[in-house]
């Protein structure tokens, strides 16, 4: 008798062990799915970007968004009672929060020297007029729009004269300033095989309270993003190394950059720009689309001077929302 009940309970024992090692299984494709993910956020430089669709400028265009996995990874963790897999969220929820935690904190309150607003505006605003009044009333010091087209260009110089008696245009760019402005010119950021009628950029000097500040406004060529293609960021990277030579060459101090650069400051596509500049603080800011946010496309980017605070702003007509840049003047770092 004794010896059919131990019989009994090693056959229920051997009956246990393939789903006790199901169990340990999927805690370890858990487990090995988050240590990728971790990878992935730490180390997202170490993706190459010189095979076809450009891998590692599409994931750094959407890096924050890859946190969203993390609490997923968790929930499917703790539904399957794997605290392999539960430990393991733990590393990309770190990676993570190294990398975007400080858009978490409050940004600095300190009243700006200047205050900035980068647009792109659309060529396809159905309300340039009230598009132009929403950007007035923010007060800022300068006002960049992008995709000025030659049949709304009146209607915003109109609305914005009474509060801007300062302006400069070079083809579908425009500065809009309350200080005065000298030493305009366009900016050539052409990429291989665009014709002469393309202007994009140009180059000014604000004199405001605080001094002379040169100021470029540019609008970068756009990405495409296919199934078959990637992402096409070609024309685009080549237009930010022509903008970032001529930002290199620049000899006033302080400077400022604001445009639609079609790429998030993470994007390796703009280390020519990045490289030069300081970027603005650790702050989410989406700007695109206007819809339904995913990233930061349009920015404010400064040298010898610092943004202390940037936001979104709310949606005019345009399928990019405004984003507002607090900069404050600072002495020029050493090696300039």
Not at 10 to 24: H, K, L, T, V
Not at 205 to 228: F, I, Q
Not at 308 to 336: F, K
Request: aromatic fraction near 6%; charged fraction near 20%.
């Amino acid at each position: 008798m004794g010896g059919q009940g131990a019989g009994r309970e090693a056959g229920r024992r051997r009956r246990r062990r393939p789903e006790q090692w199901s169990w340990r299984r999927r805690g370890r494709v858990l487990a090995g799915l988050a240590s990728l993910l971790a990878c992935l956020l730490a180390f997202h430089g170490a993706v190459p970007d010189g095979l076809p669709g450009r891998p590692g400028s599409l994931l750094e265009t959407f890096l924050p968004w890859l946190g969203l996995a993390v609490p997923l990874l968790a929930a499917l963790a703790v539904l399957r009672r794997a605290a392999v897999a539960g430990l393991a969220a733990l590393l990309p929820a770190a990676a993570w929060l190294g990398l975007f935690g400080g858009h978490l904190l409050p940004g600095e309150e300190r009243a700006p020297d200047l205050l900035a607003v980068q647009h792109n505006v659309s060529d396809e605003n159905p309300d340039p007029a009230g598009t132009a009044r929403a950007l007035a009333a923010t007060g800022a010091d300068l006002l960049a729009l992008e995709e000025l087209t030659p049949a709304a260009e009146p209607a915003y110089a109109a609305e914005l004269a009474p509060r801007y008696p300062y302006h400069a245009l070079a083809g579908t760019v425009g500065l809009w300033s309350k200080h005065p402005l000298a030493d305009v010119r366009p900016v050539d950021i052409r990429p291989t095989g665009i014709g002469e009628g393309w202007n994009r950029a140009l180059r000014a000097t604000a004199r405001t309270p605080h001094g002379e500040v040169a100021v470029y406004v540019a609008h970068l060529p756009s990405l495409r993003l296919s199934p078959t293609h990637g992402f096409g960021s070609v024309r685009r990277d080549e237009s930010a190394a022509l903008l970032g030579a001529a930002i290199a060459a620049e000899p006033a101090d302080p400077l400022i950059l604001l445009g639609d650069l079609n790429g998030t400051v993470d994007d390796r596509g703009l280390d020519p720009l990045t490289s030069r500049t300081q970027p603005p603080p650790r702050d989410f800011a989406f700007s695109w689309p206007a819809a339904l946010p995913l990233a930061r496309i349009d920015q404010v980017l400064t040298r010898s001077a610092a943004v202390t605070r940037i936001r979104s702003l709310p949606a005019t007509g345009s399928d990019h929302l405004p984003v507002a840049a607090h900069i404050t003047w600072r002495a020029p770092a050493r090696g300039r």
